[in-house]
């Protein structure tokens, strides 16, 4: 019995360490022509699952409310409705988001790091 126990506990503290936390800033540059625009993600965690704002700093628009912000399988997804802005990326092991940033059309690629 002590050794089921034990298998489970870790089993379970092993699940732990590869989980995969989303949470907190992530920093990318979005290159559009003419341009070079440093956005920044901040996730947070809430009872129903996540939550985010954005900012461009280069525009000064900071505290971008984020309308939908979810993680699931690795891959984050968000959009900023009143912006027409939709992003979809994957976290690697490495703690790197690689995806695609759309708005009005347009799709560039926008990798995001801690």
Do not use: C
Not at 5 to 21: I, K, M, P
Request: net charge neutral; proline share 4%.
């Amino acid at each position: 019995m002590k050794k089921i126990t034990f298998l489970l506990l870790f089993f379970f503290a092993s699940l732990n360490t590869f989980a995969q936390d989303i949470t907190g800033d992530w920093k990318g540059v979005l290159k559009v022509p003419g341009a070079e625009l440093n956005l920044v993600l901040h996730v947070t965690k809430t009872e129903n699952g996540f939550s985010a704002t954005l900012d461009s700093p280069d525009q000064k628009a900071f505290g971008l409310p984020v309308t939908t912000t979810t993680f699931a399988n690795s891959t984050l997804k968000f959009t900023v409705e009143n912006l027409a802005v939709e992003y979809e990326g994957v976290l690697d092991k490495d703690q790197v988001i690689t995806g695609t940033f759309k708005q009005m059309g347009q799709a560039i690629p926008l990798i995001l790091k801690r």
